[in-house]
């Protein structure tokens, strides 16, 4: 099987499982393909300092490491972080910010895309 370039984005808030498992998912399908992960919209407080363990939700901190690990980008859209006040509450230091206008090509450049 070849290579493909994947995108998964997540523009589901982190207030459920939906989040969690969109990155097992992705840290999984990045041990064969090329795999970027983008947040947007209400997905963008997944990279906050949220707390899911009070909801009973698990941490997204593993996933992320072991996807930056893997070679697998992460991005987040600059325009739903600062719609939503988030500017100096992203705490990863794996996720790199970008545009719309370039979130909207790396979709066009993509194989597959999988939303949540």
């Not at 090329?34 to 996933?63: A, C, E, M, N």
Request: aromatic share 8%.
């Amino acid at each position: 099987m070849s290579k493909k370039k994947v995108v998964v984005v997540i523009k589901s808030n982190p207030f459920g499982w939906k989040t969690f498992e969109a990155l097992r998912q992705a840290v999984g399908m990045a041990m064969d393909h090329d795999v970027t992960v983008v947040f947007l919209k209400d997905g963008v407080y997944t990279l906050t300092d949220w707390r899911p363990q009070l909801i009973g939700v698990p941490l997204s901190d593993k996933s992320i490491e072991a996807l930056s690990m893997l070679g697998g980008k992460i991005y987040a859209e600059k325009e739903s972080i600062s719609e939503r006040g988030l500017i100096k509450s992203i705490k990863y230091k794996e996720v790199q910010q970008k545009s719309k206008d370039e979130i909207c090509n790396l979709i066009k450049e993509a194989e597959v895309v999988i939303t949540w």
